[in-house]
């Protein structure tokens, strides 16, 4: 089954981190660029970083640089994205997406993507 699932979502207080997995079956995630995008209640989904197909560049929006980071582990088919000292404001439904024929030297918009995960629900508490 081709499927790309997120997880590692969850409940944090502020300042806190989380590690959010995204992990492909059916298809070699190395082969693709990885977006993520994150939607609180009541906004549209936004891009808020990348990780490059080729040479594992990343981007990200200015609402997360320096605070979050994307990685690859090909071995295990997963992209990570590494979200340190948490806000209120991060608080979202956290997704990523693979695109075999997209770049990363800008945060993506919400066009189609070839595969996109269903979603995890990162709250951060004050």
């Known amino acids: 089954q081709v499927q790309l699932v997120e997880s590692g979502g969850g409940l944090v207080q502020l300042g806190g981190s989380l590690r959010l997995p995204c992990a492909a079956s059916?298809?070699?995630?190395?082969?693709?660029?990885i977006g993520w995008f994150r939607q609180a209640p009541g906004k549209e989904r936004e891009g808020i970083g990348c990780?490059?197909?080729?040479?594992?560049?990343?981007f990200y929006a200015d609402s997360v640089k320096g605070r979050f980071t994307i990685s690859r582990d090909n071995a295990k088919n997963t992209v990570y994205l590494q979200m340190n000292s948490l806000k209120p404001e991060d608080t979202a439904v956290y997704f990523c997406?693979?695109?075999?024929?997209?770049?990363?030297?800008?945060?993506?918009?919400?066009?189609?993507?070839?595969?996109w995960g269903q979603g995890t629900q990162v709250t951060v508490s004050l």
């Open positions: 059916g298809f070699t995630l190395a082969y693709y660029a």
């Open positions: 990780i490059g197909r080729i040479d594992n560049n990343t």
């Open positions: 997406a693979a695109d075999l024929g997209s770049l990363c030297y800008r945060v993506w918009d919400s066009s189609p993507r070839d595969y």
